[in-house]
């Protein structure tokens, strides 16, 4: 009697997974890309990425001071340190251009992702 309560538990569970894997998709992997932060200026400052996919942007400090990634559009804050790097996923997104900062260099430090 155990060994069949074992063995229905069993295909119980195995029917369970399959159910769960069947009604949730896969998850695409992130779009990877990096920018450079050199001369308190963001490079490239202009990032062209595919509308309503998740970005995983590294970005890589290469002054000797630390720079702030500001967005307001974006909902993002990240502070980098001198010589450091960081990643930020941002998205998806939807068509458009969305601003973005270096916020301790804003006259130097600015920036556009733009999803299409």
């Known amino acids: 009697m155990k060994i069949r309560t074992a063995k229905s ?6 029917i369970s997974i399959g159910g769960y894997l069947a009604v949730c998709p896969a998850h ?3 779009l990877e890309l ?6 308190h200026t963001f490079e490239p400052s202009v990032l062209k990425v595919p509308a309503n996919q ?6 890589q400090n290469l002054d000797t001071t630390p720079e ?17 790097k960081a990643v930020i996923y941002i998205g998806p997104l939807k ?7 270096g916020e301790f260099n804003p006259t130097t430090a600015k920036g ?5």
Request: proline fraction near 4%.
């Open 54 to 59: 998740r970005i995983k942007l590294t970005v």
């Open 34 to 39: 990096s920018m450079a932060i050199k001369n």
């Open 95 to 101: 068509p458009g251009r969305y601003e973005f900062m």
């Open 68 to 84: 702030e990634f500001e967005s307001h559009a974006l909902n993002r804050e990240k502070v980098i340190p001198g010589g450091a």
């Open 9 to 14: 538990m069993a295909i119980a569970l195995s």
């Open 112 to 116: 556009v992702v733009v999803a299409e």
């Open 28 to 30: 695409a992997a992130d």
